[in-house]
């Protein structure tokens, strides 16, 4: 919170708790002055955001202070709203006089301090005329009449709201319909279950400090009433004498309490808010131990290696040294340190991890002016201490994944443009050698050896052609001739024309057609070329299997797609191969004497890319290949 606050008062030990508050809530300079003379002499320096004025003040009170303040001798202060603390509302004129000499207002031990702080934080434009802090509301319950007019008379004389409870049900009926801060509660209250009660209090209002009153020799019992709820307790009989002092204690609990409420609150937000975040959050103490994890870490971590010490610290995560991160933090004084882990489990995985130290920053930041033993002015700054690192993890498999579809793309237009021009480039002179052959083929006075080479020239150019078209076909220079038809009939018309490979091969062939398929809107001879290669590609890899042969294709419509799976049980593809088999020019065929061109695949997923499909591939080594065609249904179009 911007600006500065003015507390002058010679009892700072009584309103410690005021400041403490107020600097928990953002108000982190606070000047504090022990006389009138010295406040003035800060006032004269820096007008302060609001002054806090003890009415007791020495040498000049809060009264008089706060008539200067609104005077011409102190100008700059004139807007500075002023709050006259006095630590007793016994003289019903602190309000009069409060009002005569411009005071914002006047307050007292007994205030609310969550409504200063709403005051505070909401600066006046111009004093008020009838505002007024909430004062705590205190209720009594208990059985000895002559204790609670005692206290009573006590609480009211110290300017506390105090509001009386004959039994246990008037006592609930006060703190439904009043704004109770503490609770006085008699442990023999008259037809009432105290420990219910203590109970019901604290569903209502969990912030209520609960004090128990009960008679000597029966710290037993308050003991049982504390563990269902109950926050104190005090002995009875209590007289005149004690009681101040009994309150004063019960006070301290209560804004102890307070505080302690209100921080659990602020972590249970903090837990619920770190818990909310996508990314992974760690934090670990300089030693290596995990103090809190987020659920996105939780699911990271059990991906990763972690390797720990003996008393449970983290050594390493993976590849990283934990060592090296706390000494490029704390000895290279780095801000943050970043890593990258990939992990290659059933897919392949990225992570990246950064790591920044934690400080913890104790604000000392109080002025202490008007001790004249010392006329040094005391000043300290925020001082920051290592007490860990916070560990970000974040999932960019997505990212990593989206990257290489980019460079894929960008590569593979690279080279569709220049394949594309080379193949249109090749096809005239093929024709010209291809024509010129067949002449000289034609030609009757043609050798017998000549014939056997032009034959071999003819057998080569006829091959060259071959890969231009694959060539042109993979680049997407062709118009597709789509018309509707049914998946099965195609796979039909290949099994049939492959059924001697088959049986040559002793491969058992199991097909799966699905029932009542929708159609697909393709072009039946670019699809029946994919089929045809995926399927030439399985019986190849099953040539070397020792394994039983067999080729399984399955059929099946889902969520408006047409699946075409195709399964053999050769050799398996390995998984770092699994990424290259759809690149130009890559093959994995096992048989040397009959490896392709390596254009089959990549050339498929062309084809059933224009179709605006997809085409995957699953495989363990040792396992087999499964590969999963998607074609849009055409009720989808």
Do not use: W
């Given at each position: 919170?911007?600006?500065?606050?003015?507390?002058?008062s010679?009892?700072?030990?009584?309103?410690?708790?005021i400041?403490?508050?107020?600097?928990?809530?953002g108000?982190?300079?606070?000047?504090?002055?022990?006389?009138?003379?010295?406040?003035?002499?800060?006032?004269?320096?820096?007008p302060?955001l609001f002054?806090?004025?003890?009415?007791?003040?020495?040498?000049?009170?809060g009264?008089?202070?706060?008539?200067?303040?609104?005077?011409?001798?102190?100008?700059?202060?004139?807007?500075?709203?002023?709050?006259?603390?006095t630590?007793?509302?016994?003289?019903?004129?602190i309000?009069?006089?409060?009002?005569?000499?411009?005071?914002?207002?006047?307050?007292?031990?007994?205030?609310?301090l969550?409504?200063?702080?709403?005051?505070?934080?909401?600066?006046?434009?111009?004093?008020?005329t009838?505002?007024?802090?909430?004062?705590?509301?205190?209720?009594?319950?208990?059985?000895?009449?002559s204790?609670?007019q005692?206290?009573?008379?006590?609480?009211?004389?110290?300017?506390?709201?105090v509001?009386?409870?004959?039994?246990?049900?008037?006592?609930?009926?006060q703190?439904?319909?009043?704004?109770?801060?503490?609770m006085?509660?008699?442990?023999?209250?008259?037809?009432?279950?105290?420990s219910?009660?203590?109970?019901?209090?604290?569903?209502?209002?969990?912030e209520?400090?609960?004090?128990?009153?009960?008679?000597?020799?029966s710290?037993?019992?308050?003991?049982?009433?504390?563990?269902?709820?109950?926050?104190?307790y005090?002995?009875?009989?209590?007289?005149e004498?004690?009681?101040?002092?009994t309150?004063?204690?019960t006070?301290?609990k209560?804004?102890?309490?307070?505080?302690?409420?209100?921080?659990?609150?602020?972590?249970?937000k903090?837990?619920?808010l770190?818990?909310?975040?996508?990314?992974g959050?760690?934090?670990?103490?300089?030693?290596?131990?995990?103090?809190t994890?987020?659920?996105?870490?939780?699911?990271?971590?059990?991906?990763?290696?972690?390797v720990?010490n003996?008393?449970?610290?983290?050594?390493?995560?993976?590849?990283?040294?934990?060592?090296?991160?706390?000494?490029?933090?704390f000895?290279?004084?780095?801000?943050?340190?970043?890593?990258?882990?990939?992990?290659?489990?059933?897919?392949?995985?990225?992570?990246?991890?950064?790591?920044?130290?934690?400080?913890?920053?104790?604000?000392?930041?109080?002025?202490?002016?008007?001790?004249?033993?010392?006329s040094?002015?005391?000043?300290r700054?925020?001082?920051?201490?290592?007490?860990?690192?916070?560990?970000?993890?974040?999932?960019?498999?997505?990212?990593?994944q989206?990257?290489?579809?980019?460079v894929?793309?960008e590569?593979?237009?690279?080279v569709?443009?220049?394949?594309?021009?080379?193949?249109?480039?090749l096809?005239?002179?093929?024709?010209?050698?291809?024509?010129?052959?067949?002449?000289?083929?034609?030609?009757p006075?043609?050798?017998?050896?000549?014939?056997?080479?032009?034959?071999?020239?003819?057998?080569?150019?006829?091959q060259?052609?071959?890969?231009?078209?694959?060539?042109?076909?993979f680049?997407?220079?062709?118009t597709?001739?789509?018309?509707?038809?049914?998946?099965?009939?195609?796979?039909?018309?290949?099994?049939?024309q492959?059924?001697?490979?088959?049986?040559?091969?002793?491969?058992?062939?199991?097909?799966?057609?699905?029932?009542?398929?929708?159609?697909?809107?393709?072009?039946?001879?670019?699809?029946?070329?994919?089929?045809?290669?995926?399927?030439?590609?399985?019986?190849?890899?099953?040539?070397?299997?020792?394994?039983d042969?067999?080729?399984?294709?399955?059929t099946?419509?889902?969520?408006?797609?047409?699946?075409?799976?195709?399964?053999?049980?050769?050799?398996?593809?390995?998984?770092?191969?699994l990424?290259?088999?759809?690149?130009p020019?890559?093959?994995?065929?096992?048989?040397?004497?009959?490896?392709?061109?390596?254009?089959?695949?990549?050339?498929a997923?062309?084809?059933?890319?224009?179709?605006?499909?997809?085409?995957?591939?699953?495989?363990?080594?040792?396992?087999?290949?499964?590969?999963?065609?998607?074609?849009?249904?055409?009720?989808?179009?």
């Open positions: 919170m911007n600006g500065t606050l003015l507390f002058a010679n009892k700072l030990d009584k309103y410690e708790h400041i403490c508050y107020l600097k928990q809530h108000f982190v300079n606070i000047i504090t002055a022990l006389n009138g003379e010295d406040a003035l002499k800060h006032l004269h320096t820096q302060p002054a806090f004025l003890d009415t007791d003040l020495p040498i000049l009170d009264f008089q202070l706060c008539k200067l303040m609104k005077s011409s001798l102190l100008a700059n202060c004139n807007n500075v709203p002023v709050i006259l603390v630590d007793s509302q016994k003289n019903c004129m309000s009069l006089l409060a009002n005569c000499v411009g005071a914002y207002l006047s307050i007292h031990p007994s205030f609310a969550e409504d200063l702080l709403y005051l505070l934080q909401n600066k006046p434009e111009s004093t008020p009838n505002i007024t802090v909430n004062r705590i509301k205190i209720l009594i319950a208990a059985s000895d009449q204790f609670t005692m206290l009573e008379t006590y609480l009211l004389g110290e300017g506390y709201d509001i009386i409870a004959g039994n246990g049900q008037d006592a609930l009926h703190l439904e319909n009043e704004k109770l801060s503490i006085f509660l008699d442990d023999h209250l008259p037809e009432s279950d105290v219910e009660i203590i109970r019901k209090s604290k569903e209502s209002v969990p209520i400090f609960i004090t128990i009153i009960v008679p000597q020799d710290e037993r019992r308050a003991i049982e009433l504390m563990k269902a709820g109950a926050n104190d005090i002995i009875k009989p209590a007289d004498k004690t009681i101040p002092t309150f004063a204690d006070l301290i209560y804004h102890l309490n307070l505080c302690n409420h209100r921080l659990d609150m602020e972590e249970l903090l837990h619920s770190i818990d909310g975040i996508v990314d959050i760690v934090f670990m103490d300089m030693h290596g131990k995990i103090n994890v987020n659920k996105a870490a939780n699911a990271i971590l059990s991906q990763l290696n972690l720990r003996s008393d449970g610290s983290i050594m390493s995560i993976n590849t990283i040294d934990t060592k090296d991160i706390y000494r490029a933090l000895e290279e004084k780095q801000l943050s340190v970043s890593y990258e882990i990939t992990i290659n489990n059933e897919i392949e995985k990225h992570f990246n991890v950064t790591a920044s130290s934690v400080n913890q920053f104790i604000d000392e930041n109080i002025h202490v002016i008007g001790d004249r033993r010392k040094k002015r005391l000043t700054a925020f001082i920051g201490n290592n007490i860990g690192i916070v560990i970000v993890l974040r999932d960019v498999t997505r990212e990593h989206l990257t290489n579809q980019v894929q793309s590569r593979l237009f690279a569709s443009n220049l394949v594309a021009g080379a193949a249109h480039e096809n005239n002179p093929l024709a010209g050698i291809q024509l010129c052959t067949e002449l000289v083929l034609n030609d006075g043609t050798s017998e050896k000549s014939l056997k080479y032009l034959q071999r020239i003819q057998k080569e150019t006829e060259i052609q071959d890969v231009v078209k694959s060539l042109l076909t680049t997407g220079n062709y597709l001739s789509k018309e509707q038809i049914n998946i099965n009939e195609i796979i039909e018309v290949i099994i049939k492959k059924t001697y490979q088959f049986d040559h091969a002793n491969i058992k062939t199991i097909i799966l057609p699905g029932d009542i398929l929708p159609f697909v809107f393709v072009d039946k001879y670019q699809i029946r070329r994919v089929l045809l290669n995926i399927i030439e590609n399985a019986c190849a890899a099953m040539e070397v299997s020792e394994y042969k067999c080729l399984t294709i399955k099946e419509a889902q969520n408006n797609v047409v699946n075409t799976t195709i399964s053999d049980t050769g050799p398996g593809i390995p998984k770092e191969n990424s290259k088999i759809f690149e020019f890559y093959t994995n065929r096992a048989n040397k004497k009959k490896k392709g061109t390596g254009l089959g695949l990549s050339i997923q062309s084809i059933i890319k224009q179709h605006n499909g997809k085409i995957s591939v699953q495989s363990e080594v040792g396992k087999g290949t499964t590969f999963v065609i998607e074609l849009p249904a055409m009720e989808s179009l």
